[in-house]
């Protein structure tokens, strides 16, 4: 029986190896392809075939079609059927489970949530503050919280000096 083999066919040798005829019509062996085990494309074979000759793998060698050539089983109205068990309950241990994912995604969420504050301080460290003008110092009488409003209106009124030096 001549099997359909394409391009698109794979060979695949059983463990101590196998091998594939070029056969004539008349049935006579024109060469023999030995195989080493694994999986084999068959493109490379089909060049040698002709009208008159053609590839028969030895019977340990599985011929496998990609997988748009595979068919498929329809099941009818039995695929529909529910396996589900009825008398399902939730036990302890897949409570448990369950729980214990959560907490598992709670502390991966804490945890990248530290991890983007340490980022943020580190860069915060980094960079150097803002350069800013020193304070004008006042001179003058300091002021106690008692005094009467005019020596702070006084005070507040003093001329400034820059940077600490009359």
């Known amino acids: 029986m001549r099997e359909r083999i394409t391009k698109g066919s794979v060979f695949v040798a059983p463990k ?3 091998y594939i005829n070029l056969v004539t019509d008349e049935g006579e062996v024109l060469v023999t392809f030995p195989l080493s085990a694994g999986e084999h494309g068959a493109a ?13 793998p030895a019977p340990e060698v599985v011929v496998l079609e990609p997988a748009n050539r595979l068919l498929t089983d329809h ?3 039995a695929a529909f059927e529910s396996a589900a068990n009825p008398h399902f309950r939730v036990t302890d241990a897949m409570r448990q489970a369950r729980e214990m994912e959560q907490r598992l995604r709670r502390v991966e969420a804490l945890e990248t949530s530290l ?3 340490a ?3 580190a860069r915060a460290k980094a960079e150097p503050p803002p350069a800013t003008e020193p304070e ?4 003058g009488e300091p ?5 009467p409003p005019e020596k ?10 820059e940077n600490g030096t009359k």
Do not use: C, I, N, W
Not at 143 to 147: A, E, F, H, K, L
Not at 152 to 161: I, M
């Open 119 to 121: 980022r943020a301080m």
């Open 16 to 18: 101590g190896g196998g």
């Open 152 to 161: 702070v209106a006084e005070q507040l009124s003093a001329k400034p000096v």
């Open 143 to 147: 002021t106690m919280p008692g005094d």
């Open 115 to 117: 991890r983007h504050q």
């Open 44 to 56: 490379r074979y089909l060049r040698y075939e002709a009208p008159d000759r053609f590839l028969v």
């Open 136 to 139: 004008a110092l006042v001179v």
């Open 75 to 77: 099941f009818g109205e």
